[in-house]
């Protein structure tokens, strides 16, 4: 299993430029403990691309991946133009990352209506790979290819996916499968939705094409003996985790409440949701389940968290990107320390 790092994107508590370098420290810390990737995400405020283009001039070995970028911003025509500079001025170190996000995102943010996720996440995918394979004529009688240098074959696509149909879809059609709220040891029917999807592969390899699973997976460390039932412990943690369950979507869909549903959670996520579509979003974190932060989230001393990545990797997790969580730049760094004897892959 390898070990990767999760930038998330940035937020609005402090300077953009701080938050930026603060990013970039931790990416060529990765870097130096030889981690295999970094992995940069969007929402509604920082862009990934930006990111990641950053990163790349700064920074010589680390992968770089998207995680992800949103279908409803761009054209399938962009995003191919978009991977093909990454991976060309990286020395191709990149992976394209791709997720349909929510209703929300979807058609709050970007005026994209969400409707029929799966179809057009397969016209989409579709179009990413045959511009990118600089095949012309992507839109109508147009003869347009790509015209830059045709890209590396290999380069990953990966898909965000978390209900059984999307899951499938990233097994029958990626490279990689992005999960959110992954439990080792609940993962059976996600991994088996994959595998069914795989089964449908006509990508060249057909179903033995490897597929990988890179998993996201929030961290923070605490002292040993802390009461993790207490809101004040780990709170960054329960923060982050009630975004996702209460803002990240509408009451209507979530589909991250409804992931931490089928772990058993789904009254306190709808309680979660309550609290954080009112407004009360320090109720909403602490009212974030304990037990789905111990399932999900890497949460403990540097030993703990050690032991627990061995679980994934059982669990059939190719990378798991760790995303920290502590308040303070310098924890952030500790962490990354911390994990950095587990960062040699073992396969």
Not at 114 to 136: G, M, S
Not at 185 to 196: D, K
């Amino acid at each position: 299993m390898r070990l990767a790092l999760s930038l998330g994107y940035f937020g609005s508590d402090r300077p953009l430029a701080d938050q930026a370098a603060g990013a970039l420290a931790l990416a060529q810390r990765a870097e130096q403990h030889g981690f295999a990737s970094v992995w940069a995400s969007e929402a509604y405020g920082s862009d990934a691309v930006s990111v990641l283009a950053w990163l790349a001039g700064q920074t010589r070995t680390i992968g770089l991946g998207s995680a992800v970028l949103q279908l409803p911003a761009r054209s399938a025509a962009a995003t191919a133009m978009t991977a093909a500079t990454l991976d060309g001025i990286s020395g191709g170190r990149f992976s394209l990352g791709l997720g349909v996000s929510g209703p929300q995102v979807s058609e709050g943010w970007h005026g994209v209506a969400f409707a029929q996720p799966l179809a057009r996440t397969r016209a989409y995918l579709a179009d990413v790979r045959r511009a990118l394979a600089r095949e012309p004529g992507l839109h109508g009688a147009s003869r347009l290819r790509l015209s830059l240098p045709a890209p590396r074959p290999d380069l990953p696509l990966l898909l965000a996916a978390v209900g059984p149909k999307n899951v499938e879809l990233a097994g029958e059609l990626a490279d990689g499968w992005l999960p959110a709220f992954l439990v080792p040891e609940a993962a059976g029917e996600q991994l088996e939705a994959l595998a069914r999807g795989r089964a449908r592969c006509e990508l060249p390899g057909g179903p033995d094409r490897p597929v990988d699973v890179v998993a996201t997976v929030t961290a923070m460390v605490v002292p040993e003996g802390a009461d993790l039932d207490d809101p004040a412990v780990a709170a960054p943690l329960r923060a982050h985790t009630a975004l996702y369950l209460g803002g990240m979507g509408s009451r209507e869909k979530n589909v991250y409440a409804e992931q931490a549903a089928r772990l058993g959670h789904g009254a306190a996520a709808a309680a979660v949701q309550d609290a954080y579509l009112s407004g009360d979003r320090a109720r909403a974190a602490a009212l974030v389940p304990t037990e789905l932060l111990r399932a999900a989230c890497l949460l403990g001393t540097p030993e703990q968290l050690r032991e627990r990545l061995a679980a994934y990797g059982a669990a059939g997790v190719g990378t798991v990107a760790v995303a920290p969580m502590a308040p303070k730049a310098a924890e952030r760094l500790d962490l990354l320390d911390a994990l950095a004897p587990t960062a040699t892959p073992t396969a």
